[in-house]
T-cell receptor
Framework: ETGVTQSPTHLIKTRGQQVTLRCSSQSGHNTVSWYQQALGQGPQFIFQYYREEENGRGNFPPRFSGLQFPNYSSELNVNALELDDSALYLC??????????????FGPGTRLTVL | TQLLEQSPQFLSIQEGENLTVYCNSSSVFSSLQWYRQEPGEGPVLLVTVVTGGEVKKLKRLTFQFGDARKDSSLHITAAQPGDTGLYLCAGRNNNAGNMLTFGGGTRLMVKP
């Protein structure tokens, strides 16, 4: 059974550019959540996708958008990059919609640096 | 906005010592999870607590959910160098959609 994978591992962009990060969910999981983790802080919830529909969103501007594909893999797109977007972006998959005991399985993250 | 505050932020102890990490909020959570994260990796779930006053044990780790479901603690007995890492608490409120709120983390270093 393959775990959650993310690509690329590291990425350097400049202010104003656009970026796409990718996530492959664990086999059998239909729900993907994205988090932003700034250096020295805990992860912050960006949004969640369940069966290709956005299913919850945190306090992030519209330039953060996403997609989920029929195979449940997902993309996070960020437009008009700002310096403060520099962070570790984590993807997590789970086997269904949220319940108290639903475990999320996190990928290793993509480290984005905006110069 | 629901916030979770963890304390201490940093902790450096010798192997064999005991320690407690706290996770506090003014908000009520339906459930609370504890994760451990190592450099270059994503967080790994350690435990989920759901019932107020619940205590769960995982080997040398003891997790407690406050009676009012606003706070939690993680106690490690006889810490080992392998316990070194970032410990994160995360709360979920069933009435607040699908958002998982993380605390800022406690970075633990256990020296041999």
């Amino acid at each position: 059974e393959t775990g959650v994978t993310q690509s690329p591992t590291h990425l350097i962009k400049t202010r104003g550019q656009q970026v796409t990060l990718r996530c492959s969910s664990q086999s059998g999981h239909n729900t993907v959540s994205w988090y932003q983790q700034a250096l020295g802080q805990g992860p912050q919830f960006i949004f969640q996708y369940y069966r290709e529909e956005e299913n919850g969103r945190g306090n992030f501007p519209p330039r953060f958008s996403g997609l989920q594909f029929p195979n449940y893999s997902s993309e996070l797109n960020v437009n008009a990059l700002e310096l403060d977007d520099s962070a570790l972006y984590l993807c997590a998959s789970s086997p269904g919609q949220w319940s108290s005991y639903n475990e999320q399985f996190f990928g290793p993250g993509t480290r984005l640096t905006v110069l | 906005t629901q916030l979770l505050e963890q304390s201490p932020q940093f902790l450096s102890i010798q192997e064999g010592e005991n320690l407690t990490v706290y996770c506090n909020s003014s908000s009520v959570f339906s459930s609370l999870q504890w994760y451990r994260q190592e450099p270059g990796e994503g967080p790994v779930l350690l435990v989920t607590v759901v019932t107020g006053g619940e205590v769960k044990k995982l080997k040398r780790l003891t997790f407690q959910f406050g009676d009012a479901r606003k706070d939690s603690s993680l106690h490690i007995t006889a810490a080992q160098p392998g316990d070194t890492g970032l410990y994160l608490c995360a709360g979920r409120n069933n009435n607040a959609g699908n958002m998982l709120t993380f605390g800022g983390g406690t970075r633990l270093m256990v020296k041999p």
